[in-house]
């Protein structure tokens, strides 16, 4: 992974992380939804985490939350 989309996948995360809360549900509950795991979701959601998720997961999870795919990229 490059190093300059570290700060970019921290504000992704971020961002579901907060969606989610807003519609009230656990990590378990959007990865149930999303078809992964829930490590899987907590690394998406980690400050750290610096691993990429695919463009298909990435449409899920905002269709689950309900907020299209530019609110979840833009900055936190």
Same mark, same amino acid.
């Given at each position: 992974?490059?190093?300059?989309?570290?700060?970019?996948?921290?504000?992704?995360?971020?961002? &579901?992380?907060?969606?989610?809360?807003? @519609? !009230?549900?656990?990590?378990?509950? $959007?990865?149930?939804? /999303?078809? %992964?795991?829930?490590?899987?979701?907590?690394? &998406?959601?980690?400050?750290?985490?610096? @691993? !990429?998720?695919?463009?298909?997961? $990435?449409?899920?999870? /905002?269709? %689950?939350?309900?907020?299209?795919?530019?609110?979840?990229?833009?900055?936190?």
């Amino acid at each position: 992974m490059k190093e300059e989309y570290t700060e970019r996948l921290r504000n992704l995360g971020m961002q &579901i992380a907060r969606y989610r809360r807003k @519609k !009230g549900m656990t990590q378990m509950d $959007l990865a149930k939804k /999303a078809g %992964i795991s829930r490590t899987h979701m907590s690394n &998406i959601e980690a400050a750290g985490m610096n @691993k !990429g998720i695919s463009i298909e997961l $990435l449409f899920c999870i /905002a269709d %689950i939350l309900e907020v299209s795919v530019e609110e979840l990229l833009k900055p936190f």
